[in-house]
């Protein structure tokens, strides 16, 4: 039954609307998140999404939907009766008493013998010490309840809830002993004693105490919304919900080992070496805006959102016998379908009097394990499935020079993980996965798709568990592999965000909600929709070999052609001529830059240009002057004398605070002495032989952790203190391309491979969730340095432009006319920008679909845009010979409206009919649609299409679309 008082309703905080129509349209809700006193229910906007869960008659939360958004006057709970249980699966996780007698041992010590007084004062002291329990102390003194000095104070209570619970049973036992001493002597019938026993059990407690135990039993009931909540009322129901255990049901937060046999969500070790920790409903508060992330160890990248846009809920669990406390914080966004989730673990002070305590004389050090908590998973993110036909598990995989490739699993029974060891989120997997039922053929544009997208850097893990009842579990966190965390009493951990976004278009919708979020709430605000500069990187210009007069002579050419920055790669440190020496030594080799860099960067931008410059501080090579100074400074046991060597170099210690001081220290000195406003930040190898030195033995399990926060602290520094410095990270190419940092840097190299043919599906797959700014896309020289392929500029341009555009071309080699041609393209770039990098990204056609024909095509809309409404670009991967390509639809257009289209750069090259060559080049403009520019509806041009003719591996062409 659906409650039959609206306000019942409570929306948060921030929302205290009144819902007078049972038929609001769900988006009066984006943003708020509203709770039902009467059926325990939560319920989470976006902006057309719902995402809803329960605290269940045991204080479990049961996870009840996420899809499209219902009407907030419908009852979920009928949705539990889909909770069926099994032969051999356990059931409720109930309470049972557990009788402690030591509060009571001395009382029961000769009982016999009492004397009668001794227990009427015992009993009289007990009821003395809980009223003075449930009573404020202020200002070192018990008051009244009903005073105003009690009503107007701070105040705080004596007792902690097992003190109370002790007492309590004092004053029962004392009361008990004297009634059957009562009763041994003749004062009273057993008749008597039998109904006294029954009514001081039955006995109401004073308001005060009820409301102290209530707080820690986490049963629901009632509060209002402008404070902490303690729990809801109970409604009945015409048919009860059933009774079953956690395996049965859909879980918000599962733990290890009370009944639930899939993967848990967290896993946690107590000092007496107990692992069971089952969570309860405690409370609960909502407010406006997104909760900062003030619990994290260190600088933690997070979404950001004003009170305007987002809403956060903070659900509080307990274990209720250790005192262990879970924080699950929500946020839903009001201007897409998109929340975020994390978690904090909490170790109280104080301890239970039943468990984790097996030395109370031993003294709490800060290095040691005394009165730890050591959490060995922790997911960030779990979210329970009901069972689907046909469950697919979208993820992004691949390896160097090749990453992030759509990946479609299809889930049976068992367990699929995609997972990262090295010490950063990976070339090989990627931070994100999608889940869906809709074929891969159809699911670009149809059907619905959950996705997840983890705000985090280092290792990882997401995993799909599926059940024999064909329910699937996603997990999504920290990698429980190689983390554990030690949580001393009175301290906390905070583990990163996960972003959960809902799509009922498919992936396009999920694309759409990821590159909006990330761009206005993610990104660092400052670079919020700026066109960044055209750039020229050295890299696959000279590699190593760069020099003062170099540099000068390339950049002399770039601005001619219309580049903005020049950007100083690898080769300008320390005596570096190769890969082999100086990572670590960040000033200037004076044998290639004999005045220094700060004269090099003054007559760069003399010429009009700005200056980037290449760094990888997380490094460091034997041969330096660093590691000759410190060599204790790199991530190795001490005493071992065997390691691995990537790249020719070794990690530095970023855990190490000293470490990060002399980072830090080089780098500021570098962008102070010079007008530096580009920062490439690399890493070219994973992490091995990770042991921290200068961290106790027992919490090695914290170092890939750590290492990651201590990366995250140098590049929050840098944010702050440089902020006119755009940061592009880059590992090994695309290696670390995720969420965590794109908190820092506006854009990430996508990979070391620029051959248009790879780049295709690289850029394709990391625009899943990836917006197109971010990605570093470069036109570089043919034949390709990392495949050896060729292909034309033009190609090369329109991949690139689809991206962070740049160039890492020789201009010394290029023709007067490819130079040109490469000026042409520049400014077309400049004029295209705001469409490609702010606008709607469309994957028209993609090789994964079979009737696409090894065909790309790719299109971004932006209406905000003054003149360009939408570009589209068309790429032949692989022809068919003698197979026509079918029509290209067009998508987010306006059907009523007509759209002026014009082709630009067209192609020039005929097949010759006679022969069947193909000859290129110097011939008549071949145009798509046999026109420069034509006139047609929206309507038209998205359901007719328009005629592509493409005709070798490599053929490209593009339009650009005006309304009329």
């Known amino acids: 039954m659906p409650p039959s008082n609206l306000d019942d309703l409570r929306p948060g905080v921030q929302n205290q609307c009144n819902i007078n129509d049972r038929h609001h349209a769900s988006e009066d809700y984006a943003g708020q998140i509203l709770f039902e006193a009467t059926s325990s229910t939560f319920r989470m906007y976006g902006k057309s999404m719902m995402y809803a869960f329960r605290a269940d008659e045991n204080g479990s939360l049961e996870h009840l939907y996420w899809g499209s958004a219902i009407p907030p006057t419908d009852d979920l709970r009928f949705l539990s009766f889909s909770n069926v249980q099994l032969c051999f699966d356990p059931g409720p996780y109930t309470q049972f008493e557990f009788e402690n007698t030591i509060p009571i041992e001395d009382l029961f010590q000769g009982h016999d013998s009492h004397d009668p007084h001794d227990l009427l004062r015992e009993w009289e002291r007990a009821r003395k010490q809980i009223d003075m329990a449930a009573s404020p102390l202020v200002n070192g003194e018990f008051i009244d309840h009903a005073s105003d000095e009690r009503r107007g104070a701070e105040a705080c209570s004596k007792f902690l809830p097992h003190d109370i619970i002790s007492i309590a049973r004092r004053e029962n036992a004392a009361w008990r002993l004297m009634r059957m001493q009562d009763l041994k002597s003749g004062k009273i019938e057993e008749f008597e004693y039998e109904l006294g026993v029954s009514r001081e059990n039955k006995k109401d407690l004073s308001p005060e105490l009820t409301r102290l135990r209530e707080s820690h039993t986490g049963f629901p009931r009632s509060s209002s919304s402008s404070e902490m909540h303690h729990g809801f009322q109970e409604m009945e129901l015409e048919h009860p919900i059933p009774q079953v255990g956690r395996n049965t049901k859909l879980l918000e937060y599962a733990d290890l080992g009370t009944g639930d046999y899939r993967a848990p969500s967290f896993s946690v070790v107590y000092e007496d070496g107990g692992a069971i920790c089952p969570l309860t409903y405690k409370a609960h508060r909502i407010m406006k805006g997104k909760l900062p992330m003030t619990a994290a160890k260190g600088r933690l990248p997070e979404l950001r959102g004003g009170e305007e846009e987002c809403s956060t809920l903070v659900v509080e669990m307990q274990d209720k016998v250790t005192g262990l406390e879970f924080d699950l914080i929500y946020t839903v966004f009001k201007h897409v379908d998109a929340m975020s989730r994390r978690v904090i673990v909490r170790n109280p002070r104080y301890e239970s009097p039943n468990l984790r305590s097996p030395s109370k004389s031993k003294k709490v050090d800060a290095d040691t394990l005394s009165g730890d908590v050591r959490i060995d998973k922790l997911m960030s993110a779990t979210v329970d499935f009901h069972t689907m036909s046909n469950t ?44 869906t039922n809709t074929s891969e053929e159809m699911v ?124 100083l790669d690898d080769g300008w440190f320390g005596q570096r001529d190769d890969a082999t020496s100086s990572l670590g030594d960040w000033y200037e080799d004076k044998r290639k830059f004999p005045e220094g860099l700060c004269t090099m960067v003054k007559e760069i931008n003399e010429l009009g240009l700005k200056f980037g410059i290449w760094i990888e501080p997380e490094m460091v090579n034997v041969r330096s002057k660093l590691y000759a100074a410190h060599p204790n400074w790199c991530l190795n046991q001490q005493g071992r004398n065997s390691r691995c060597e990537g790249r020719n170099q070794l990690v530095l210690d970023f855990t190490r605070e000293e470490v990060r001081e002399h980072v830090i220290a080089k780098l500021d000195a570098l962008l102070t002495e010079s007008n530096i406003e580009y920062l490439k930040w690399d890493m070219n190898r994973h992490l091995t032989e990770v042991y921290g030195n200068a961290i106790s033995p027992q919490k090695q399990g914290e170092v890939f952790h750590r290492y990651m926060v ?50 295709l599906a690289i850029q394709s797959g990391t625009s899943l969730i990836y917006p197109l700014s971010t990605i570093g896309a470069h036109i570089t020289t043919v034949p390709n340095h990392q495949t050896q392929r060729l292909s034309t500029l033009k190609t090369r341009f329109l991949v690139s432009l689809f991206g962070n555009f740049g160039l890492e071309l020789d201009l010394r080699k290029l023709s007067q006319g490819e130079l040109h041609e490469l000026s042409s393209y520049i400014s077309k770039y400049k004029e295209l920008a705001p469409v490609v990098l702010f606008g709607k990204f469309y994957r ?68 010759n009919r006679n022969t069947g060559q193909l000859e290129l080049g110097g011939g008549v403009p071949q145009w798509q649609t046999g026109r420069h520019v034509i006139s047609m509806s929206g309507s038209m041009l998205m359901g007719a299409g328009m005629p592509i003719r493409l005709s070798y591996d490599g053929d490209s062409c593009a339009f650009i679309l005006r309304e009329r």
């Open 392 to 435: 697919n598990m979208i993820t992004l995989s691949g390896s160097w020079a090749n990453e992030r490739h759509i990946q479609v699993q299809p889930l049976i029974q068992g367990k699929f993980v995609t997972e990262s060891l090295r010490g950063t989120s990976s070339h090989q997997h990627n931070p994100f996965c999608a889940l």
């Open 444 to 567: 670009e544009t149809v059907g619905e798709v959950w996705g997840f997208s983890l705000v985090y850097s280092g290792n990882f893990m997401i995993e799909a568990d599926v059940s024999e009842t064909g329910r699937t579990r996603i997990n999504a966190g920290i990698s429980s592999s190689t983390f554990k965390w030690h949580v001393p009493a009175g301290d906390s951990f905070e583990g990163p965000e996960c972003v959960l976004v809902y799509s009922d278009r498919g992936l396009e919708g999920m694309t759409h909600a990821f590159h909006d979020l990330y761009r206005n709430n993610l990104i660092p605000s400052r670079w919020h929709n700026t066109i960044p500069p055209v750039l020229l990187n050295t890299w696959e210009t000279t590699y190593f070999d760069v020099s003062h007069a170099k540099i000068l002579e390339i950049a002399k050419i770039a601005v001619s052609c219309g580049v903005e920055m020049i950007v």
């Open 844 to 911: 028209l056609w993609s090789p994964a679909n079979s009737s696409d024909q090894e065909a790309y095509a790719w299109m971004c809309t932006n209406f905000d845009n003054d003149n360009i409404k939408g570009v589209v670009a068309v790429f032949l991967n692989k022809v068919e010979a003698g197979r026509y390509l079918p029509r290209l639809r067009l998508r987010g257009l306006k059907e009523d409206d007509t759209y002026i289209v014009e082709e630009i750069f067209p192609n020039s090259s005929l097949r």
């Open 710 to 759: 201590g990366v995250y602290k140098v590049l929050a520094h840098l944010n702050e203190k440089f902020p006119h410095v755009r940061i592009e990270t880059c590992s090994g190419g695309g290696g670390r391309f995720d969420a965590g940092m794109l908190n820092f840097c506006p854009q990430i190299w996508a990979s070391d491979n620029t051959d248009v043919f790879s780049r």
